[in-house]
């Protein structure tokens, strides 16, 4: 009986070790900018902000940047588009944890500016 007993309660610890982590929720933005501008121009805001950029993909349209200082924040950048439009995306997490979307808008915004410098 306490073997059973221990099984079951093994089973329950182990259990609870398998639920999925919640999703990032993505800030996204349209752009007038063809996406390999948007996409530079969000590696260098990311860079101004003190974040260091992992890996980038011009062809996917991709970024990841880790700030450089604790706690470890992480911002995923995903660039979309044809010919002049595009749109931007990002997430974040911290710790490995979401982050809320609102967090993202001062990037959002800096991006705008810095799109709107490069005309």
Same mark, same amino acid.
């Given at each position: 009986?306490?073997?059973?007993?221990?099984?079951?309660?093994?089973?329950?610890?182990?259990?609870?070790?398998?639920?999925?982590?919640?999703?990032?929720?993505?800030?996204?933005?349209?752009?007038?900018?063809?996406?390999?501008?948007?996409? /530079?121009?969000? $590696?260098?805001?990311?860079?101004?902000? #003190? *974040?260091? !950029? &992992?890996? @980038?993909?011009?062809?996917? %349209? /991709?970024?990841? $940047?880790?700030?450089?200082?604790?706690? #470890? *924040?992480? !911002? &995923?950048? @995903?660039?979309?588009?044809? %010919?002049?439009?595009?749109?931007?995306?990002?997430?974040?997490?911290?710790?490995?944890?979401?982050?809320?979307?609102?967090?993202?808008?001062?990037?959002?915004?800096?991006?705008?500016?810095?799109?709107?410098?490069?005309?």
């Amino acid at each position: 009986m306490s073997r059973l007993l221990l099984a079951l309660l093994f089973a329950a610890l182990l259990a609870g070790c398998a639920t999925p982590s919640p999703r990032e929720m993505p800030r996204e933005l349209e752009v007038p900018f063809a996406p390999d501008a948007t996409l /530079r121009a969000s $590696a260098q805001v990311l860079m101004a902000n #003190g *974040y260091v !950029v &992992r890996h @980038a993909d011009a062809e996917l %349209g /991709r970024l990841e $940047a880790v700030f450089s200082r604790w706690p #470890g *924040y992480r !911002v &995923r950048v @995903a660039v979309s588009g044809e %010919g002049e439009q595009s749109r931007v995306s990002l997430a974040a997490t911290r710790g490995g944890r979401p982050m809320p979307p609102r967090t993202l808008d001062r990037l959002l915004m800096e991006l705008q500016e810095q799109l709107g410098r490069g005309r």
